[in-house]
């Protein structure tokens, strides 16, 4: 299913149940709370884990070639 528990969310981000926790107090990470329970969006997780991509230099250099070149 789409939704992941606290604990299906940890394996699924290969962290531990408690460093989710704190993820979750400091509002890093998209989560849903009804009553209790925690719930996770997989399809967030996912766009979660991509933002944290490091661009290589050729990403970076086709980047610079794009802004450049709609700028002149």
């Given amino acids: 299913s789409d939704l992941l528990i606290i604990k299906d969310a940890a394996n699924f981000l290969n962290l531990s149940v408690p460093t989710l926790y704190g993820k979750v107090s400091r509002r890093e ?7 209790k329970r925690l719930y996770f969006s997989r399809a967030e997780l996912i766009d ?3 933002s944290g991509k490091v661009l290589s230099d050729r990403e970076i250099d086709e ?7 709609k700028k002149y």
């Fill in 29 to 35: 990470i998209p989560f849903m709370k009804r009553g």
């Fill in 63 to 69: 980047q610079t070639d794009n802004f450049l070149s």
């Fill in 48 to 50: 979660y884990i991509k």
